[in-house]
């Protein structure tokens, strides 16, 4: 059976949009509870749900922004009241901030870590090809913030559970320039 061109097309239309290339307003609540919705589409072995998505609210963005200012202090005590501002920065750039969460360890102990993550990235992907779909811009942005016990504690992660990324979804304000896309004969052999 031959795949519609137009899902195979969409497919192919998603790419990173930056947060620095995103504007709001970011999606309605319609548009946040599809994309949502899409994760659960991800393959869950043992339907053991290792994985789940934090909003950055509005009101925490202040929060997150004295945590990634803090972190950078600790990193590096000399740094400049410019790298402070842009660390602060970037808690603000993204419309709809979601901290992507693996819980990898629990009772199920026959689910892997590998597995498990799997199914994040998976829900992760359905997640970005809906945001396309909807007409939206999306990234993944990772750094030394995922780190942090402070952000951490300030998403209230339980035990078992690590911060994997970040996930940005907004209007698109720039696009990026294009990227050349590895074939197939970059990583697919025959054993």
């Not at 059976?1 to 137009?6: D, I, Y």
């Not at 899902?7 to 949009?17: E, P």
């Not at 950078?72 to 603000?92: G, H, M, N, V």
Request: hydrophobic share 40%; charged share 20%.
């Amino acid at each position: 059976m031959a795949p519609q061109s137009g899902w195979i097309d969409q497919l192919h239309a998603r790419i990173s949009v930056l947060p620095r290339r995103l504007v709001g307003p970011g999606p309605d609540e319609a548009a946040r509870q599809l994309i949502l919705s899409a994760a659960a589409a991800a393959p869950d072995h043992g339907q053991i749900l290792p994985w789940r998505f934090i909003e950055v609210s509005a009101q925490a963005r202040a929060k997150l922004a004295d945590v990634f200012e803090q972190d950078l202090i600790d990193r590096d005590p000399d740094c400049s009241t410019e790298e402070r501002l842009q660390a602060r920065e970037k808690a603000e750039r993204s419309p709809w901030l979601l901290l992507c969460v693996c819980r990898e360890t629990d009772e199920y102990t026959k689910i892997n870590l590998h597995e498990r993550y799997i199914s994040l990235g998976c829900a992760i992907q359905n997640m970005l090809l809906t945001a396309t779909q909807l007409g939206l811009g999306s990234s993944l942005t990772t750094g030394q913030a995922l780190r942090s016990t402070r952000l951490a504690q300030l998403a209230g992660l339980r035990p078992g559970e690590a911060m994997a990324c970040f996930l940005s979804v907004g209007h698109v304000g720039s696009l990026p320039k294009p990227k050349a896309r590895p074939s197939p004969a970059d990583y697919f052999s025959v054993l």
